[in-house]
């Protein structure tokens, strides 16, 4: 099984080239780190990280395996900036199923301020008097005027 944080601390390691000082970055013991590494050495049946009392050094393979980490690492951090920017400032496609009185009378102004309000959120309407699907139609908002004939919607009074 893959435990994607020997790969992380593995990169640490290699950056620092020290347990210790990667043990600082990675906020854990350096105890924890070393038994960490032979485990990742133990189950990839080669020898990464040299080790002498007074320093460490990576094996050729280790060198290697250093720059796929160090990738695995890089990418799991630009994953994490495109849903921290996501958070940041809503963005992509919202469907609206309304009534098509609704977009003749005062729904217009109100998507218009909204797309003014959130520019990254593209709105498409659907406009229609029957009652969406909204499953199979992708809604992901609808406006209905009275009771809703399927309890078990999440319906908020406007």
């Given at each position: 099984m893959i435990d994607w944080n020997d790969y992380?601390?593995?990169?640490l390691i290699a950056d620092e080239g020290s347990y210790s000082q990667a043990a600082l970055r990675a906020g854990v013991s350096k105890s924890v780190l070393s038994r960490r590494m032979a485990a990742l050495e133990e189950r990839l049946g080669v020898r990464l990280i040299q080790r002498t009392t007074r320093r460490l050094a990576l094996?050729?393979?280790g060198e290697q395996f250093a720059v796929e980490c160090?990738?695995?690492v890089a990418q799991g951090e630009r994953a994490r900036a495109v849903v921290m920017a996501a958070q940041?400032?809503?963005q992509g496609m919202l469907?609206?199923?309304a009534p098509v009185f609704?977009?003749?009378?005062w729904f217009g102004e109100f998507v218009?301020?909204?797309i003014a309000r959130y520019p990254l959120i593209r709105v498409r309407l659907l406009l229609s008097d029957r009652n969406a699907d909204l499953v199979s139609d992708h809604v992901d908002l609808a406006v209905r005027i009275g009771d809703l004939a399927d309890s078990s919607m999440v319906a908020t009074r406007l």
């Open positions: 992380y601390y593995f990169a094996t050729a393979a160090r990738a695995l940041e400032s809503p469907r609206v199923s609704m977009a003749e009378t218009s301020e909204f």
